[in-house]
């Protein structure tokens, strides 16, 4: 079952990343490419010259190119270079896109790419073998829509400096082994999905998470801890949200609710207590929610059953003592249900009763909505609820008999 969402939601990007080519035009050599190289060119756009002194200070820092692909990286006609596509309408042609995916070239990033900053679009480097941090020239690729670094050796803090890249959209640095906190403006730019999962984040979410521009966040097997931030006000452009394996705590708070037009919600395999907010009830278009693998208690609510477009629903492995009647009738939807390992008494594949004495209710105590019927759901006015949060736990009874 893990596997499946490790391969639907995680997988390896792509040899080539979304959108990428269409922007591109052929890179056929041209009879003029040798006249332009001698030609100098005023800026804004990248000469010949600079764009060669590009690639070749890259190619000369590779330290290891096992399929050969560089040989065809020789003389003038930068567009005939393997992996280098150019605008087929400027003149002299400038570099718009590199794809050296799956190339397994070991080396460093070199800070001469920096040199292809007026025109340079896309930038992916996935599945090679490049370690060390990402040069802080980078920040000077203005033009940059896509970053795809992922599936690489690259460690350090979170590069910042890529926050900056005013076009940047796509930024994907999953599977590498960057580390340290996330930074509060990560959040804070137009950037539309941010892959960082697989990586060796720590720290707590910052809370700007919830001014989020992107559409997809995935921060999925990293070792972030601490509470999912509260928010009042959540970014209803967030479709995809992935959590999983880390090490959150605290409770999941109301304000999830806000995220009018989420899709697929993977919180599993962290630490979070308490109840399911009423506000999930908000969710009205997700498709995969995926609570599994926690410490959450009480009731599994019908409302979150009955949200009409759910089509996999997975509480395993949690405290909860039961569901009712609507969650019952998941199946003749064909919706995936998951509730092993639960303390559902008459359930078949439940937890052994001593792991579930004290769970429940009075031992986790979230702050909630008293009515679960009448939850103010974001988008429809009214202004924001009063609080929603945590509220500490005062009399905690037998937390111990716990795993
Ligand atoms: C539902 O999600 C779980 C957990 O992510 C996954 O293991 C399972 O394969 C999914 N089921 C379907 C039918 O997609
Ligand atoms: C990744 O980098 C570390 C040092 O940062 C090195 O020890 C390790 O061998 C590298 N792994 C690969 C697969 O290149
Ligand atoms: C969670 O924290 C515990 C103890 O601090 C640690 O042993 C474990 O590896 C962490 N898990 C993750 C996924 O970070």
Known sequence: MYLQILLTLLSLPNPTTPQSFSLIGDSNPTSSSINFWFTTTPTPTTTPSQSYTALQSFKSSITSDPTNLLSSWVGPNLCSYNGIFCSSTQTP????????????LKGHLHPSFSLLHPSLSLLHLNSNSFSGDIPTSFSSLTSL?????????????????LLSLPKLLYL????????????????????????????????????????????????????LSGPIPMTFAASPVIKELLFLNNNLTGCVPEGIGLLSDIEVLDLSFNSLTGRLPSMVSCLSGI?????????????????????????????AYNFFSGFSGECGRLG?????????????????????????????????????????????CGGGGGGPPSFYGEVPSSSSPSMASRP
């Open 93 to 104: 042609q400038t570099i718009l896109s590199i794809d050296l995916n799956r190339a397994h």
């Open 287 to 315: 498709e995969v929610l995926n609570v599994g693998h926690n410490r959450l208690s009480g009731v599994l609510p019908d409302i979150v059953c009955e949200l009409k477009r759910l089509e996999n629903l997975t509480v």
């Open 332 to 376: 003749f939807r064909n919706v995936w249900f998951d509730f092993e390992g639960n303390c559902m008494e008459g359930k078949d594949l439940q937890r052994p009763m001593v792991e579930c004495v004290g769970v429940g209710e009075g031992g986790f105590s979230c702050f909630r909505i008293p009515s679960a019927r009448n939850v103010m």
């Open 172 to 223: 994907d640095l999953r599977f590498n082994s960057f580390s340290g906190p996330l930074p509060f403006e990560l959040f804070q730019t137009q950037i539309d999905a941010i892959f960082l999962n697989n990586n060796h984040f720590e720290g707590s979410l910052p809370i700007s998470l919830w001014s989020s521009s992107a559409s997809v966040i995935n921060l999925a097997n990293n070792h």
């Open 145 to 161: 829509t896509e970053l795809d670094l992922s599936n690489n050796n690259l460690s350090g803090p979170f590069p910042t400096h």
